[in-house]
């Protein structure tokens, strides 16, 4: 590893930005080590997780999050799919109802993958902890950070073991907090005498409820993820996904009040009140396995750490710790992979966090502007002309599942086609 230059690193968090941070820095230390709160399962697809609360709901891997976790442990994909999970084109095997209607399918060469996040989760956990370098420490918790007399920099984390280990001082030459929302590195940095970054919340209310299916393949007639989306005037959605063993999950979603319930009359029933057919048609024909599960993500946090002035050398923070958007998008896992591939190129927390603010920017703009303030109507109309042209629609795509920026869709040739008259709504 001819890239390395430094000795340690710690990785607070085992989830998979913590994964993904530790096969990133495995390039540049010598030493990583991944602090985990749960005891990790030893199979590759393993039972869910108690620190992974949604665990159990809508899951993907969008195509630019799939290449960078590719990038940085070759063989991911084979390995998930060998495993039994799915892998089709971003938009030739997903349908996409907006407005209530479905864009215009074609092929893209974006490959996105969907499977259960055990799955997907264990795959990157065993092939990071595969690396020589990169070393687990789980069933312990962090008590907070070391920092040098002037508190200028981050000398290690204090960790203690749930399971009657104690506690111990881990040196470091660089901590990153990978802990999800629940972060504690304001509190950290308060400590060491310094502000915290501003927070940024968006209120959604949002509640979903999640089933596993056993699906017969037909049902989905060869596509691997269905997604039927709000509108303005609708607050229902809902997404489905194949998984491994021939099993599909649906998670019906719903903001400001919307619930759907948990038994399987009710959920049929959330089901066949959205804007279109095609969930309501495999709830009704497939084989529920186990009981319904739910969860509400009240806020969107967004912490803003490029924003400080002042940031201790040697701490970083990235995935849900440094911003938590709707998960019901599938965005996460791919944002966490594309942040952790941030730190290939710099640990300099000002470099680090202002890039890691330019790969959030586009997925946050996306999900507030979707869930609160509803489609512009330039967008609206390139959403309606996306259902029967499939170039506007793999524009369209591309953006959302963070390939190209959101200025993309500004291009004159969009322009030229939208000139048209819209497409008439439903």
């Not at 540049?28 to 005891?39: H, K, L, P």
């Not at 040098?148 to 981050?154: F, Q, Y």
């Not at 506690?167 to 990978?178: E, F, I, K, N, T």
């Not at 969860?295 to 002035?309: H, I, K, M, N």
């Amino acid at each position: 590893m001819s890239n390395q230059h430094s000795d340690r690193a710690v990785v607070l968090g085992g989830s998979v930005a913590g994964m993904m941070a530790a096969a990133a820095l495995a390039q540049r230390y010598t030493s990583v080590t991944v602090v985990e709160r749960d005891i990790l399962p030893q199979d590759t697809g393993g039972a869910h997780r108690r620190g992974v609360p949604q665990g159990r709901h809508v899951h993907g891997l969008q195509p630019q999050g799939r290449r960078i976790v590719e990038e940085l442990l070759p063989g991911f994909t084979e390995r998930v799919l060998t495993a039994g999970g799915h892998q089709g084109d971003i938009l030739g095997n997903t349908r996409w109802y907006l407005n209530g209607l479905p864009l215009r399918q074609a092929h893209t060469g974006l490959a996105a993958l969907s499977a259960s996040r055990p799955l997907l989760e264990g795959s990157i956990r065993d092939l990071t902890l595969a690396l020589p370098n990169v070393t687990l420490l789980d069933g312990h918790d962090v008590v907070g950070v070391c920092a040098n007399d002037g508190g200028g920099r981050v000398t290690g984390a204090r960790v203690t073991s749930l399971h009657g280990g104690g506690s111990r001082v881990m040196p470091a030459d660089l901590v990153v907090d990978a802990t999800g929302r629940g972060s504690r590195a304001p509190r950290w940095l308060a400590d060491l005498g310094l502000p915290g970054p501003a927070e940024e919340e968006v209120r959604i209310d949002l509640a979903y409820t999640s089933r596993v299916f056993d699906v017969p393949d037909e049902l989905f007639d060869g596509d691997i993820v269905v997604v039927t989306a709000r509108f303005p005037g609708q607050h229902r959605s809902a997404v489905m996904q194949r998984l491994e063993g021939g099993r599909a999950l649906v998670t019906l979603a719903g903001v400001h009040g919307e619930r759907a319930p948990a038994d399987l009359a009710g959920f049929t029933a959330y089901a066949e009140s959205l804007p279109v057919s095609a969930t309501a048609d495999v709830v009704r024909a497939a084989t529920p396995v186990g009981d319904a599960v739910a969860f509400r993500y009240p806020t969107y946090v967004r912490r803003r750490y490029e924003r400080l002035a002042t940031v201790p050398e040697g701490l970083l923070v990235l995935g849900d710790a440094a911003c938590a958007f709707n998960p019901v998008y599938g965005q996460g896992m791919s944002v966490a992979a594309m942040c952790a591939g941030a730190l290939r190129t710099s640990v300099e927390p000002a470099a680090f966090f202002a890039a890691q603010a330019a790969l959030l920017d586009a997925p946050w703009t996306l999900a507030v502007r979707a869930d609160v303030e509803g489609p512009s109507e330039p967008m609206r109309r390139l959403q309606l002309a996306a259902v029967h042209d499939a170039e506007l629609a793999e524009a369209f795509i591309r953006v959302t599942s963070l390939v190209d920026p959101p200025s993309a869709l500004f291009a004159p040739w969009i322009a030229e086609r939208l000139s048209a008259p819209a497409p008439t709504s439903v």
